[in-house]
């Protein structure tokens, strides 16, 4: 006796052309969420008060405080720093404790804190050799304060990672967020773009502060010949030859002015002689 037919299922599988779409719909759904959640994120930082960066910044600085001693050295690098400062406008100075921590390690770099701190190593002292380009980096970070690039570089990433763990369905991961995006964010890089602004920000403070931009590259310049060196700057900050070109093409559209440059302080110039912290009376 022949076998009954089975009955074809009115919906058959969906073929791999078919899931590929399913799957670029749903990847391009989310890339879209995050697109406008990033968008709105940058439009609200403006109304976020300095404090709640302050409030970030308690919960980095103090690593960092617990390296650096008062100092002389740190003593003139505030010194500098409140030179540039009062060449910001008023909005970008209000309610902020802009401030210097010097850390007598070999480390070369200068790097931006939320909380209004900036730490400079002597390692990074080392290889400055005028002060026009020690401001220039000082005004530099100023620029990530005023822009507001910790709040927009953290708010960036915890949306990506909170939009992975949201979709994924981990809910531990959610948890941590917020405590790991905080430890990562001192050693994080800019966007391009966020340190192109950076520059510009740094330069126009040179310009007000000196009447001039000699030794806005200098630093830079030097860098981009220091190859093969294991460097921090230059694995948190863009390739220095870029950078150098773009400036030098900012100055000339600028019509910025090349003058003499200031040498460093004295106690600046002797920095590299601290090996280890030193205590000094407030």
């Known amino acids: 006796m022949p076998s009954p037919d089975i009955p074809q299922s009115r919906n058959p599988p969906p073929s791999n052309r078919q899931l590929l779409i399913l799957l670029g719909l749903f990847i391009s759904f989310i890339v879209g969420v995050i697109w406008l959640l990033n968008l709105l994120i940058n439009s609200l930082i403006g109304l976020i008060p300095p404090s709640v960066e302050q409030k970030l910044g308690a919960v980095i600085v103090p690593v960092y405080e617990q390296q650096a001693q008062p100092s002389p050295t740190q003593e003139t690098l505030n010194q500098l720093l409140a030179r540039l400062e009062k060449q910001l406008p008023p909005e970008q100075s209000k309610q902020r404790d802009y401030r210097v921590l010097y850390l007598p390690e070999d480390t070369v770099n200068a790097l931006a804190l939320p909380g209004d701190v900036i730490v400079v190593y002597a390692g990074f002292l080392k290889q400055v050799e005028s002060e026009n380009e020690l401001m220039m980096v000082l ?144």
């Not at 005023?146 to 915890?158: K, Y």
């Not at 909170?162 to 405590?179: H, K, N, P, Q, R």
């Not at 220095?240 to 004295?266: A, C, F, M």
């Open 139 to 282: 005004g530099h970070e100023l620029g990530h304060f005023a822009h507001r690039d910790h709040l927009r570089s953290l708010g960036r990433r915890l949306l990506v990672r909170t939009a992975i763990a949201y979709f994924v369905g981990d809910v531990g991961a959610l948890e941590s967020l917020a405590i790991s995006g905080l430890a990562t964010l001192s050693k994080s890089k800019f966007s391009q773009s966020q340190e192109q602004q950076a520059d510009e920000f740094g330069l126009r403070l040179l310009q007000q502060t000196y009447g001039h931009v000699a030794g806005a590259t200098d630093f830079f310049a030097r860098m981009s010949h220091k190859r093969g060196a294991s460097w921090d700057f230059l694995s948190s900050h863009p390739s220095p030859g870029k950078r150098v070109t773009r400036l030098q093409r900012l100055i000339k559209e600028q019509n910025y002015p090349l003058k003499e440059r200031s040498p460093l302080p004295e106690n600046l110039n002797q920095s590299h002689l601290i090996s280890s912290p030193v205590e000094y009376p407030y």
